[in-house]
């Protein structure tokens, strides 16, 4: 039996569930904290399942005993950033919420493995790891998967390509710092520079970096979702069916890259055991420096979480 429970059923979170329920999971739950809305978008997804010809067990709750027995939990409860907040406000917020969510784990299912999707992403992992005092393989940040997806995506959009063919991978915090490693970019085993000219895949890397804005751009009243869905129910599949999957996720680094005490987007492989190696690939030092003010970045958001 896999049991995924799904924290936060709003955008993300019931995305997510939908997602995971198309896969072959025997229970999906959502809980969250305002009444009825977790319970009846559950009940719609169960509705669908004769005509999308799912068989999990789709439920909604208020209460965190339901997430009992979660071999993967995914935290996406928070609030976005609205007018007139600053970073600082949602900062709060969003720990507090993180906390209470780790409190909750760690008395239902201390041994689930968590993905964090909750912004500041790489902020987030870190209370999250501190509150619950988890092993760090335990503790594993959706970033690297979503934005890799989109630098593949917007690879094969310019190439007129399946976007599946397209390898990518993008490193650093969740944060317009991030590191997309162009080096390593390849369509059908094709290094992508053999395919583009250097200009046209720098505009690929910068629109990449700032591809959660242009989003929200558009929606005005909200963030991305399908992607940031799909890619946390990715790592969620090769945790529970022990894929080993390599691809990017915030890890707790310990001297990894150099850096230490800090979680950020890095090779990963994940498993059963959630994050069961960290790859460390030699990087120019174009790519170090890049990486290096993007540590930089995160760090000023953990000295932001010391004080709350
Ligand atoms: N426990 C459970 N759920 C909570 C809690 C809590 N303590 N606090 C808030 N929530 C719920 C809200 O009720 C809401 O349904 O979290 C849900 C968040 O959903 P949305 O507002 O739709 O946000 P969403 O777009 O799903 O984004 C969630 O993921 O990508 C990130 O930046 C994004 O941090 C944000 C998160």
């Known amino acids: 039996m896999s049991k995924v429970s799904v924290i936060g059923a709003g ?4 995305t997510a569930a939908l997602y995971l329920a198309q896969m072959d999971i025997d229970e ?6 305002v009444e009825g809305v977790p319970q009846g978008k559950a009940l719609d997804m169960m509705e669908a399942a004769p005509v ?7 439920t909604g709750s208020n209460d965190y005993a339901a997430i009992e027995g979660s071999d993967v939990i995914i935290h996406t409860a928070g609030i976005p950033r609205k007018p007139g ?21 760690m008395k239902h299912c201390p041994s689930a493995k968590i993905i964090v999707v909750a912004n500041p992403l790489d902020i987030i992992c870190m209370a999250v790891l501190r509150a619950t005092g988890l092993p760090s393989n335990q503790v594993i940040g959706q970033a690297g998967v979503l934005d890799g997806a989109r630098f593949r995506y917007f690879i094969a959009e ?5 976007p599946g063919d397209v390898t990518a991978m993008v490193l650093g915090g969740h944060g317009d710092q991030m590191v997309p490693l162009k080096r390593f970019a390849s369509v059908g085993g094709i290094p992508l520079d053999n395919l583009m000219d250097n200009g046209t895949i720098e505009q690929l890397v910068a629109r990449t970096r700032t ?40 890890a707790y680094l ?10 950020l987007g890095v090779p990963v492989v994940l498993g059963k055991e959630g994050i069961e190696k960290i790859i460390e ?17 995160v760090k000023d958001g953990v000295t932001q979480l010391d004080t709350i």
């Open 158 to 162: 310019k190439l007129g390509v399946t």
């Open 85 to 105: 907040m600053d970073r600082m406000d949602l900062l709060k917020t969003n720990v507090g919420i993180a906390r209470n969510v780790a409190s909750e784990i």
């Open 28 to 33: 999906v739950v959502m809980v969250d904290v």
């Open 52 to 58: 999308l010809g799912f068989n999990a067990k789709v």
């Open 281 to 297: 690939i030699d990087l120019t030092s174009e790519e170090k420096t890049a990486l290096d003010k993007s540590v930089d970045a």
């Open 11 to 14: 955008q993300v979170g019931a």
């Open 254 to 263: 310990n001297g990894e890259y150099g850096y230490d005490s800090i979680f």
């Open 211 to 250: 591809g959660g804005g242009e989003i929200v751009k558009y929606l005005k009243t909200g963030s991305a979702f399908y992607a940031p869905a799909a890619s946390s129910v990715q790592m969620a599949e090769s945790i529970l069916k022990d894929k080993k999957r390599i691809i990017a996720a915030s």
